[in-house]
């Protein structure tokens, strides 16, 4: 059963079930910017997409959250579940529950996680149970420069959860994994408080990354500039009370003056 690309479409096949389809996949992968496609090394895992789409989640209001794009969310959670390079689920990705109830526990868990490396500037996670494979691809010529004597290296990493598990562990390594690189990227924002990771082209220094968006720096800076003027009102207030005694003096040394002259 194939559909027409432009046909609207559900994430899930049945709805109550976690199971994806393709294209829902597709498009999940799309808005999280998964891929990243460079001239040097071609198509990879964009982590700090991934990691900025767990930062997002963090700061998501679930309660408020529109029903379209709390469907979107489920489906890209349950998309990062499965082509994680780490993931590996038992019995397959066919029979799994519906997802929503499993992607609130996950979020609380980000939630924590993040705030807890921004509070105490460290975060262990695990232990997780993981397989690492090097191998020396001794007979294929491509592989090795006979002339040199070299082999191309290749490793791996696997990652097994937990029988009972739901995809969240296999997300938190994820995440783990995520933090390890782009880790000194996240922030808070100082106005808002909202979690956000920094952008990785820092075009000038004012955009070092104080703000989470450009509406914020500039709500700060109207905040500031408000409070600047209160203060310089409180001042002139003061001043003003203080001016009008020295006004009356000086007005009275004045005509003191001119009746000298
Ligand atoms: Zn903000």
């Given amino acids: 059963m194939t559909k027409h690309p432009d046909m609207p479409d559900e994430e899930f096949t049945p709805l109550s079930s976690g199971v994806l389809n393709p294209l829902a996949k597709e ?9 990243v496609t460079t001239m040097r090394r071609g198509k990879e895992v964009d982590y ?12 998501e209001d679930l309660t408020k959250i529109l029903p379209v794009k709390l469907k979107q969310r489920v489906a890209e959670y349950r998309t990062l579940q499965e082509v994680s390079p780490y993931s590996f689920m038992i019995g397959g990705f066919n029979n799994v529950p519906p997802a929503i ?9 980000v939630k924590q996680h993040l705030n807890q490396l921004l509070d105490t500037g460290r975060l262990k996670t695990g232990p997780f149970s993981v397989e690492l494979s090097v191998s020396l691809p001794l007979n294929s010529p491509e592989g090795n420069d006979a002339n040199r004597q ?20 296999t ?16 922030r808070r924002c100082l106005y808002c408080q909202n979690l956000f990771l920094q ?8 955009r070092e990354g104080k703000y989470c968006e450009d509406t914020c ?15 310089e009102a409180a001042q002139t207030k003061l001043k003003g009370r203080k001016r009008r005694t020295h006004d009356s003096k000086t007005r009275g040394r004045a005509d003191h003056g001119k009746k000298r002259r």
């Fill in 101 to 109: 109830e499993t992607f609130r526990e996950l979020q609380t868990t």
């Fill in 150 to 169: 070299t082999h191309r290296l290749y490793y791996g990493e696997r990652f097994y959860p937990p029988s009972d598990e739901i995809g969240n562990g």
């Fill in 171 to 186: 997300l938190i390594y994820v995440l783990s994994r995520c933090l390890q690189r782009f880790g000194h990227m996240l």
């Fill in 48 to 59: 700090w997409a991934v990691l900025n789409w767990f930062v997002q989640l963090a700061n």
């Fill in 217 to 231: 720096r500039a709500l700060s800076r109207k905040r500031r500039l408000k409070e600047k003027k209160a203060e």
């Fill in 199 to 206: 952008k990785r082209l820092v075009l000038s220094k004012r």
């Fill in 27 to 35: 498009r999940a992968l799309g808005r999280i910017g998964y891929y």
